[in-house]
């Protein structure tokens, strides 16, 4: 079981919500096996913004932390887009581990 932490801010998810975010986080610990502990928020930013559902993803990986925070109109968008990010993240960062060992 993947360690995921997520907690909603002045409102309740609903239980399809979290199960599509627990999903898609997943997703990421299926990528690289040194992630620890993925942190998820959601919560909604001003009220005049029709983009503001906001999705805050923090990914602890021995010596260094990942951060992406984005919004859109609905949760689902806003976690996929982060989702996307941190991938491209973690892609970028394997790609360097194998450039390194090809070095040596």
Known sequence: ???????SVHF???PELE??????VSKLFEQD???????VTLFEGALGNPKNQFCEIQLSVPGENHFVKKNSENYE???MDAIISLQKVLR?????????????
């Open 1 to 7: 079981m993947h360690n995921i932490t997520f907690q």
């Open 33 to 39: 096996s040194s992630i620890i502990r993925a942190d």
């Open 12 to 14: 309740k998810a609903s």
């Open 19 to 24: 199960a599509f975010l627990r999903e898609k």
């Open 77 to 79: 968008k806003s976690i």
């Open 92 to 104: 970028r960062k394997k790609t360097k581990k194998v450039i390194r060992r090809r070095k040596i």
